[in-house]
């Protein structure tokens, strides 16, 4: 299943901020676990994670640090700040609001949408 680039879009700072809420992270690792979270069906690229990442440090939301593992390069890590737990927190709402509208119109809707028996198996 390809995800629409506007779902990426809307849930990226959400995902990012609630990964980083757990504890710090880097890039990579931030990229691993969204894999995760969505069964391997949200692929995202350094190019589309890293200017989130950059955005969301300018905005305060997140504090950038060095690290050096003996074993590796630098890697940068990212922590939520107490202005990314705000925005989270507003975002979940947010989130909220619009999951309750859909799932509304989509249970009311004169026309029931199945959705394809490889979309359904995917998710058992």
């Not at 890039?27 to 350094?46: C, P, Q």
């Not at 440090?57 to 003996?70: C, I, K, M, N, V």
């Not at 890590?77 to 975002?91: C, K």
């Not at 947010?94 to 799932?103: I, N």
């Amino acid at each position: 299943m390809r995800i629409d680039k506007d779902l990426v879009a809307a849930s990226a700072t959400p995902l990012v901020l609630g990964i980083l809420a757990d504890g710090e992270s880097y890039g990579y690792a931030i990229l691993k676990r969204v894999n995760e979270l969505s069964a391997g069906r949200m692929t995202w690229t350094d190019g589309m994670l890293y200017p989130l990442l950059h955005r969301l440090e300018r905005s305060g939301y997140l504090q950038a640090t060095w690290h050096q593992a003996p074993t590796s390069r630098r890697r940068k890590h990212y922590t939520i700040t107490a202005a990314g737990l705000d925005a989270l927190a507003e975002r979940r709402r947010q989130w909220e609001v619009v999951s309750g509208a859909l799932d509304r119109v989509w249970r009311e809707a004169k026309t029931v949408v199945t959705p394809p028996a490889s979309a359904t198996a995917v998710g058992r």
